[in-house]
């Protein structure tokens, strides 16, 4: 598998990933993972920055020092990297947009799911940009960084993710051929550089889309 490689220094890698691929090892060591890839292709130590759900697509950071990796994650833990994604949801949120604010925990199930005793903060901006046949068109940025941080508000709010299977009706879920679900952009100032990479939807997500009217009617 080729590596769509969309920004480079001699600090970090920017990646547009595929939805489908690991960013990092998972217990089958035998699957190809972001991780492995890069290791490989640079012949050294990459640095993991952040992650995207294996399902997810869109633009994912890795470091080549270990001084930068350090540095990245301060800016992430002090909410001064922006990221920017879309995602089609099923329904249509009761606004326009706005900021879902419920606080998250993970469950035995591997679930995560709302607990306002023992959750963690967690905040997602959402604003509408189109509304489909029994659809919407979302723009999402994580304020916080919580595992399945935009799946689950969006499900809490009574608009899940199209295609995940692991938030929302299983049975509608399985309709789609994939999560709907696009890291879009990354801005953030490290080094004394400004960083504002972003990358297209996917062919795959933008397929999903010309057909919805046609052929998701809910």
Do not use: W
Request: charge should be positive.
């Amino acid at each position: 598998m080729e590596i769509d490689i969309i920004y480079e220094d001699d600090c970090l890698i920017a990646v547009n990933k595929s939805e489908g691929i690991a960013a990092i090892p998972e217990s089958n060591k035998t699957a190809e993972n972001l991780y492995q890839m890069l290791s490989e292709k640079y012949g050294r130590k990459i640095y993991v920055v952040h992650r995207l759900d294996k399902e997810v697509s869109g633009i994912i950071l890795f470091a080549l020092k270990s001084e930068t990796h350090r540095e990245l994650n301060l800016l992430f833990e002090n909410r001064n990297v922006r990221k920017t994604y879309k995602a089609l949801v099923i329904g249509k949120p009761e606004a326009e947009g706005g900021i879902i604010n419920f606080p998250l925990r993970q469950f035995g199930s591997g679930r995560m799911g709302i607990d306002h005793k023992k959750g963690k903060p967690s905040e997602t901006y959402f604003e509408v940009l189109k509304y489909y046949n029994g659809h919407a068109l979302v723009k999402l940025n994580p304020l916080t960084g919580r595992r399945h941080q935009l799946r689950v508000h969006m499900y809490l709010i009574g608009c899940p993710i199209a295609g995940d299977l692991k938030y929302g009706n299983r049975e509608v879920q399985k309709k789609y051929p994939r999560l709907m679900l696009h890291a879009e952009s990354i801005r953030f100032d490290y080094g004394g550089k400004s960083y504002r990479l972003s990358v297209d939807l996917s062919d795959s997500f933008n397929r999903v889309l010309e057909n919805i009217n046609a052929n998701f009617i809910l």
